[in-house]
């Protein structure tokens, strides 16, 4: 867990929210200790820990399969069932329990893509591909494997929980995105490119975060769309009240207010802050002899500019809160969205957040992605051959989006 995930997670818990985090190995030591601590600090006892490894798929589809399917996970002390997980102000029954014992054993309402430190490279280390995701010897870059493929799959796993949901519930899919994703560009298509178990050593480590945050800028959009897709389908009614409300229209004739999805994709990027987004690269690696001269000068000029970082970069309550931000306030209602797409661009007039836009200090920013992604079918593509990727990794899978 790094400094923002943790501050975060105590912010929410102070909000009541019922929280699982999802980490490689439920049973370590540090885990359970943080966990432990976490809810003494927040005085909350609906802080749980879930196995979920990130860096591996297969850890990835089991557990989503275990959520989908409301089993009782491994029994740890305190890790709570698929149905662990409320909204703020829910009620949850037992900490553990089969999911035929809760009827509302699948609720989720949030999931929240925050960075991790795994995902990054200290300077002057070799670049790696993810010995966890690979098939025939197609390795996956590090950072993509974590911060694209991993997230990829477990978003289209864990829609089919989704999706049964009342179509009237705000569900929320917020994405921390790393502020380097404008260094990206030149690396968004070698990121994603198949590589051998270790490469040269990387010098400009910010580049690889910022291609792989702009592939999921990208794919967070185009989900954004085909959820929307699949709810101009649903004939399911938003209230409790079929039929009486005059904002909803039965039938979407010409000119009527489009049908957008409960399901909002909320993508942040928190700045630049300290913990998470700049001293995360500045580990004190030794020279490489392969490549002395050039990093020597670059542990030298780290020396040099550390405190600098501390002074100028984001403390990590600020970048929290930006988080956070996305995860709760005012999502635009379905005639804002309606008045934005006929000609409101401008966006200092919306009202609520939009879904598929990327935030930036409470404004939508555009991240510069390479010309074959501007366009709807190019990001379509996009999202085919990441599809098709995640598949020869993981096996055959029901994807809920596919066209």
């Known amino acids: 867990m790094t400094p923002l995930g943790l501050v975060i997670i105590a912010m929410l818990a102070h909000q009541g929210a019922h929280i699982v985090a999802l980490v490689p190995d439920v049973e370590a030591p540090d885990v359970v200790q943080m966990i432990e601590l976490l809810r003494e600090s927040t005085l909350s006892e609906n802080i749980f820990a879930e196995t979920c490894d990130m860096g591996d798929l297969e850890s990835v589809s089991l557990f989503a399969r275990r959520w989908n399917e409301g089993t009782r996970p491994s029994a740890v002390p305190g890790a709570p069932s698929a149905a662990g997980v409320a909204a703020p102000g829910a009620k949850t029954q037992s900490r553990h329990f089969f999911p035929h014992e809760v009827p509302q054993a699948h609720r989720l309402d949030t999931i929240l893509f925050l960075p991790s430190d795994d995902a990054t490279y200290k300077l002057g280390t070799p670049l790696t591909g993810s010995v966890n995701t690979y098939a025939e010897n197609e390795h996956a870059e590090r950072t993509y494997a974590r911060d694209v493929l991993a997230r990829f799959h477990l978003v289209n ?105 409960n399901i909002s994709s909320v993508l942040i990027c928190p700045g630049f802050e300290v913990s998470s987004q700049l001293s995360v690269f500045l580990g004190l690696v030794p020279p490489v002899k392969e490549h002395k001269v050039q990093s020597t ?103 809920p989006l596919h066209k």
């Open 157 to 261: 796993s864990l829609l089919p929980s989704l999706l049964i949901l009342p179509a009237n519930r705000d569900i929320r899919i917020v994405s921390a995105v790393s502020p380097w994703y404008a260094a990206g560009v030149g690396e968004f298509e070698r990121v994603a490119a198949p590589m051998p178990p270790y490469g040269a050593p990387v010098f400009q480590p910010w580049t690889r975060v910022g291609a792989a945050a702009l592939h999921w800028i990208v794919l967070a959009g185009e989900l954004q769309r085909r959820l929307n897709l699949l709810a101009e389908a649903d004939t399911r009614s938003r209230t409790k009240l079929p039929g009486i409300d005059i904002d909803e229209p039965a039938v979407h004739a010409p000119g009527g207010i489009p049908r957008r999805s």
């Open 297 to 399: 000068v670059l542990f030298l000029l780290l020396v040099l500019l550390y405190p600098l970082l501390w002074l100028f970069g984001k403390p990590t309550s600020r970048g929290a809160d930006a988080i956070v931000w996305g995860a709760t306030a005012r999502i635009e209602s379905e005639l804002d969205t309606a008045r934005r797409e006929r000609g409101a661009n401008d966006p200092r007039t919306w009202t609520g957040i939009a879904a598929g836009h990327l935030y930036r200090d409470g404004r939508v920013v555009t991240a510069p992605v390479t010309a074959r992604c501007t366009s709807a079918q190019g990001a379509s593509a996009l999202w085919d051959e990441t599809e098709a990727r995640v598949e020869r990794l993981v096996g055959t899978i029901q994807w």
